[in-house]
């Protein structure tokens, strides 16, 4: 296991990934922490440009919004409201699709047939719009948009599982290990699971910044998190509004939101070329 | 494939049918768990007690489901998606007269991305592992991390602003243009207005590169990889020794195979667009679908919601069929 994590932080990818990632967390503990605004404290000092110094010990990094509020404070507040939402949902998302796959490969029969097909009518709709139609039926808020998230991305955790628990599933290993009398419990968890775990965790982390995506789009459109909650999309959406006025509030969630999906991303990218020696040689140049 | 091509077809379809059929139960189910009493959701906070009423009795809402979901099925057969008492039209004609707007977008954005992702792709895979491969290959990755949601104030900021160009909607209302075909950059043309044109497609481009930037970024990762592959294959290696030129050798050997499967994913990738179509329509105010769908959900217009999504389900189920049977016109080996 630590050999294998050494191994993994050969690739260059995953090493920024990570760091970036650990920045960004760093500075919003830091602006948790230590911030003298609040991220609902309204003031006069409406849309000032970045780096304005204000009347605290620390100037508006990002300058302030139409309301007066500090946007680097508010955007830092957003980076662990929207990742800890993107985190809820794959952990939902994965874990239930986790367990269809597994019964839905393991069992097969008229079992897998009705598991697949339900997954099948959830994915003839475009996801999105999914999660749009059930959000604006259970009424907005932000639990309610991740409830849509999650229902929607199930199905890609539970084929994937379902795959590699139909490739494993007439391994001699597992044959022995039914012969050998184990319940069915016990093979699927501890000789079939092991196999679906590294592609599953892969998959995981690049749905990461799709939950992300889809957490601050929903906000955007009106679907997720309300005023004044510090939410990416929700931040980008009140201030496309008066952006000829003023960039900023608009610009910097934005440019975060990025750094934060860009290095999920290169984490799971990495991980997935580390897992597949094919790839690993392709993708040699950019490390 | 020991199957027949027309059987493999009849299949497709079928499925593609099974899938919109599927859409639809879900939209009536949702459409039935609203809270409290669905006509009230339709019609909205200002519905009176004769529509409350005459939406009851057109939608069957006081009897069973399933003859509720035979009403619905029977209305959706002639074209009837309902009304919007909030809009004051039929959903079927607010859906009809954006839909154009959004083809259009998708359209350019779509070219846009297969032009620029395919050539770039060639490049870095002809220089494999040189600097120009290293650049293009992390901007491909960078690319498709951006969120419409920033890329889209970015361009808005640098078109709009920077630049100065007119941004937002589909052209300067000031413009009096005749439609034809509903798509703007041709019937500009075919008024003969030639200074309406360039103002919309001044003002088509940003928006479109909003959609295309990050699927470019796709592409030209699958067709550097794809060309690759297809480089160290067996009938690649007999060219060379038939001392055909490199030219030759790339087009009409490598690109015909690599570029199928980049066809597929191309089609997949037209669901990744309609989502963020709407991010993009409602940022440059783009009065497409997307926008329709942002509109309602600001005005709570259930039946708006419900359409759409159901119209643009339909679409993406129908273009993943053409492309699946697309692709066994192409690729020889999948005929059999």
Known sequence: ?287 | MAKNIFQYIFYRILQSIFSIFSAIVIVFILSRVLPGNPAVAILGPKATQENIERVTREWGLDKSYLEQFMIYISRLLRGDLGDSYIMGYSVSRLIAERLPASFELVIVAFIISLVLGISLGILAARKHETKVDLILTSLSVLSFSFPALLLGVLLLLFFGISLGLPVGGRIDPKYSIRIYTGFILLDTLLNGNLSAFLDAFMRIIPPALTLAIPLAGLLLKLSRNSVLEVMTQDFVRTAKMKKLSEKVIMYRHVLRNALLPIITIAGLYFAVLVTGDIVVETIFAWPGLGRLIWEAVTLRDYMVIQGSVLVVSIIYIAVNAVVDILYLYIDPRIRG
């Open chain 1, 1 to 287: 296991m630590a050999k294998a994590f050494r191994e993994l932080l050969m690739v260059k990818r995953v090493i920024y990934g990570i760091a970036i990632l650990t920045l960004l967390t760093a500075l919003s503990l830091y602006v948790i922490l230590f911030s003298p605004f609040e991220y609902d404290q309204i003031s006069y000092n409406v849309r000032l440009p970045p780096l304005t110094r204000s009347d605290t010990t620390w100037p508006y990094i990002f300058g302030t919004d139409n309301l007066g509020r500090d946007v680097f404070t508010r955007t830092f507040y957003a980076f662990i409201l929207d990742v800890s939402c993107g985190l809820a949902i794959v952990t939902l998302s994965g874990l239930v699709g986790l367990v269809i796959g597994l019964i839905s490969g393991y069992l097969g029969g008229f079992v897998d047939l009705i598991l697949m097909r339900l997954m099948d009518i959830v994915i003839s709709i475009p996801g999105f719009m999914l999660a749009i139609a059930i959000a604006a039926v259970l009424g907005s808020n932000i639990v309610n948009a991740i409830l849509a998230v999650v229902i929607v991305t199930i199905p890609i955790y539970a084929r994937l599982v379902r795959s590699v628990v139909l490739s494993v599933k007439e391994s001699l290993f597992v044959l022995a290990a039914k012969e050998a009398g184990l319940s069915d419990v016990r093979i699927v968890t501890r000789h079939i699971l092991p196999h679906a775990i590294p592609i599953f965790i892969t998959q995981a982390t690049m749905e990461l910044s799709n939950a992300i995506i889809y957490i601050a789009a929903l906000s955007f459109i009106g679907l997720g998190a309300q005023e004044p909650t510090p939410e990416w999309g929700l931040m980008i959406s009140m201030a496309r509004r008066y952006i000829r006025e003023a960039w900023w509030p608009a610009l910097f969630p934005g440019l975060v939101m990025f750094l934060t999906v860009l290095s999920f991303n290169l984490i799971g990218d990495g991980l997935r070329d580390y897992l597949d020696p094919k790839k690993r040689l392709s993708f040699r140049v950019l490390g």
